[in-house]
């Protein structure tokens, strides 16, 4: 699974390196952002530890196998993690939205108290 991982870092899409550009060496709120990390059986994009933020960048073929993002959403929920997914295009075409959305999540994570594992955010 690390390799895995290692070659995803390897080879991002256009939208992944627009993101990283702008969550790398702590930009962003002073959060350090990890890219394509392993959380228990899955790779995800962009992972915030503190405060437990996963931002998953999606392409076109999420559009069919939106049962498996589901359930995949709903296990690192009850992890702790909140889950925000932007598709590909709306990175690219919209950064300045997308990120503004980042940047609105985060204040909130920062200053809500932390879910119980086990819980959603809804």
């Not at 702590?26 to 962009?46: A, S, T």
């Not at 503190?50 to 931002?55: C, D, G, R, T």
């Not at 889950?83 to 590909?88: E, G, I, Q, T």
């Amino acid at each position: 699974m690390k390799d895995l991982a290692r070659s995803l870092r390897k080879n991002q899409t256009e939208a992944e390196r627009v993101i990283w550009q702008q969550l790398r060496n702590r930009q962003l709120l002073g959060c350090k952002f990890r890219r394509q990390q392993v959380i228990g059986p899955f790779i995800v994009d962009f992972v915030c530890l503190e405060p437990k933020l996963i931002i998953e960048v999606d392409g076109g073929q999420h559009a069919e196998q939106q049962e498996y993002d589901q359930n995949r959403s709903q296990y690192l929920q009850r992890l702790g993690y909140r889950v925000l997914r932007f598709w590909n295009h709306e990175v690219l075409q919209n950064t300045p939205a997308v990120m503004e959305a980042i940047h609105l999540i985060i204040l909130q994570l920062k200053t809500e108290p932390p879910l119980p594992q086990g819980e959603d955010w809804d």
